[in-house]
């Protein structure tokens, strides 16, 4: 019932073109269209995105000079074909900047926009789609490399820097969890001081559907003891939700429904 | 309140300056504006040039005063005229952190509500899109905003995920072409910035031209808005904010942050609001008190050329003399080294 009550909330933002909107009556956008698509086997979703796949084989948003890419996470919706290969080689061709105006030394990752640093969360997209849709590429490589460098010093991930200017930076509940999927069964230390970061952290910052969605997922997807109390309190949250932000949402729906598979290397 | 006008000219700054030696040597930083000199890189149409600029500078010893009848009367102070306009306020929340002093207090914002609607607002609501926290809900509810807002029964707006579109750029700093910016931004009559007063590793210091930054989805810029530092950030400072237009500026200066800023600082008690019909004004004046030479601060500089007034001999401070009331703070390290900046800092 719970599932049904979030995929409804989920809904509310699908246009009549079959893409989601950021918000309920936002314009078709690839991120949340994506994470609909897998929290929801939405076809429709799915039938919109490959609609819009680039002449580059990218999927995102341009705005002026900057393009906001989601190819990595689309891939994860998309079915086998032409369309997915052309896309899983735009991800591997796409890489981080590590100094303004030059790649500098590895590892990469993955940016938000191309030419950019390679941040905890887009990396972690990179990799999942490499290590799901396209597992002997040799891109996953750098991306682990890039995700344990960016992690913090007691377990976890912020958005990509765990120090700066000489102050250690904290892990956040929702980066962490989506670098978890990311890393899952490479380095058991990664894994291990991920988890004892949620652990610590994610009643705390349970505040944020968003994050709470991302640890139940995560919980769920170890088989961590933690999982039902999250889960108790994101059907809460949501009740409690006013807030429309679909990928929160879609998120809320992935962690508690059968799409959470979409998420699990192997 | 004292209404007596100050303007601060150039050897009283630096008299203020040199005795507290902090800012003085940092104005030489690493940064480039393209064709500042040889042809000036916005449309003159867009930005007509102003006469004056009135800045409030206000004593609010702590979070627990009157602080909504001294935000209204700051505003009636500058002659700010919102009588029937839909305002919103963009406060400073970058993200959250128990033990700092990072974001607006949620004291002043609510403060700023309840001034504005006694003003004649017909609507005001709060909005920002965090830059480092992707879980805005996280943010504002963790930070006490959410709940000051609920008591005051003013709408949020998350502006990291609220409908957007693509705004044409009127200056040219970078080479951004346009910026995709949230239609509550577009649509507001009036959007005044509300930053934290406080430092920045890279700007200097971050007060209401760097707050605009908050104003761009991190649905489309990202997490942190890594778009905007490698397109440069006093460029993009000025690109932004000269898209957004703030028609006012209230800076939380009651308690600020110096040294690591903008996240890690630490907390410097200034007791003072900062009010002003001009952003550039306002950060100019800031800075001031802050014990920045704002004419040394390349951002507010130029912005004073094109966005508003950063001559401090040309504004019209009223309130407290902001030489009187210099709060030296300890300057982030990595200012002046923007030459050099990595995506991981």
């Known amino acids: 019932m719970v599932f049904d009550t979030i995929a409804a909330r989920v809904r509310r933002a699908k246009t009549s073109e079959g893409g989601y909107g950021s918000v309920a009556g936002g314009g078709p956008e690839p991120e949340p269209t994506a994470m609909a698509a897998l929290a929801l086997h939405d076809r429709d979703a799915v039938a919109w995105l490959l609609g819009t796949q680039t002449t580059e084989g990218s999927f995102g948003t341009q705005a002026g000079s900057v393009f906001s890419d989601d190819t990595a996470l689309v891939c994860l919706s998309l079915p086998d074909g032409a369309q997915l290969e052309r896309a899983l080689d735009h991800v591997e061709a796409t890489a981080g900047v590590n100094e303004r105006g030059a790649a500098g030394p590895p590892p990469y990752g993955w940016p938000w926009t191309s030419g950019a640093y390679g941040w905890t969360e887009p990396t972690a997209w990179g990799v999942l789609a490499l290590r799901t849709r396209r597992p002997a590429s040799e891109r996953i490589a750098d991306g682990i490399d890039a995700l344990a460098q960016r992690e913090c010093a007691e377990g976890g991930w912020n958005y990509g820097t765990p120090e700066s200017f000489g102050v250690a930076e904290p892990p956040f509940v929702q980066t962490t969890a989506v670098a978890l999927f990311a890393t899952a069964g490479i380095e058991e230390g990664l894994t291990r001081r991920g988890l004892a970061a949620l652990h610590a952290r994610w009643r705390s910052e349970a505040g944020g559907l968003l994050t709470l969605a991302a640890a139940v997922a995560a919980f769920r997807s170890f088989h961590d003891a933690d999982a039902g109390e999250a889960a108790e309190a994101l059907e809460r949250a949501v009740g409690d939700a006013t807030q429309s932000d679909t990928v929160a949402l879609a998120w809320a729906a992935l962690a508690i429904g059968p799409g959470l598979s979409a998420l699990s290397v192997g | ?345």
């Not at chain 2, 009367?73 to 970058?94: C, E, F, H, Q, Y």
């Open chain 2, 1 to 345: 309140m004292n209404e007596h006008t100050h303007r601060i000219d150039r050897r009283t700054f630096l008299r203020g300056a040199a005795a507290v030696g902090t800012f003085a040597a940092a104005g030489a930083i690493g940064w480039e504006i393209r064709n500042v000199t040889t042809h000036d890189p916005w449309d003159a149409s867009a930005f007509p040039p102003r006469d004056s600029s009135r800045v409030a500078v206000l004593r609010a010893p702590s979070y627990e005063a009157d602080l909504e009848s001294i935000v209204l009367g700051g505003l009636r102070t500058i002659g700010a005229d919102v009588s029937g306009a839909r305002v919103l306020l963009k406060p400073n929340m970058v993200e959250y952190d128990p033990h700092g002093v990072v974001n607006t207090d949620p004291r002043v914002v609510v403060a700023a509500v309840h001034a504005l609607r006694r003003l004649g607002a017909s609507s005001v609501t709060v909005a920002e899109g965090p830059g480092h926290r992707r879980d805005t809900g996280y943010v504002v509810e963790a930070s006490g905003l959410s709940p000051a807002l609920r008591d005051a029964r003013t709408p949020f707006v998350d502006l990291n995920v609220a409908p957007s579109s693509a705004v044409p750029l009127r200056s040219r700093f970078t080479n951004l072409g346009s910026l995709w910016l949230p239609d509550a931004i577009r649509t507001a009559d009036v959007v005044i910035s509300m930053p934290k007063m406080k430092t920045h590793h890279w700007a200097g210091a971050t007060l209401s031209l760097k707050n605009c930054f908050g104003c761009l989805p991190g649905r489309v810029y990202g997490w942190p808005k890594n778009a905007l530092h490698w397109a440069g950030i006093e460029p993009s400072i000025l690109d932004v904010a000269g898209a957004v237009r703030p028609a006012y500026a209230i800076v939380d200066g009651i308690v600020g942050m110096e040294g690591n800023g903008p996240i890690n600082g630490t907390a410097k008690h200034v007791g003072l609001l900062v009010i002003g019909d001009d952003p550039v004004a306002v950060d100019a004046t800031s800075a001031h008190i802050m014990g920045m030479d704002p004419a040394k601060m390349p951002y507010i500089a130029v912005a004073g050329r094109f966005l508003g007034l950063s001559d401090l001999e040309r504004i019209d401070a009223v309130g407290e003399d902001p030489t009187s009331v210099m709060t030296p703070f300890a300057p982030a390290p990595g200012f002046g080294q923007t030459g050099s900046i990595t995506g991981g800092q």
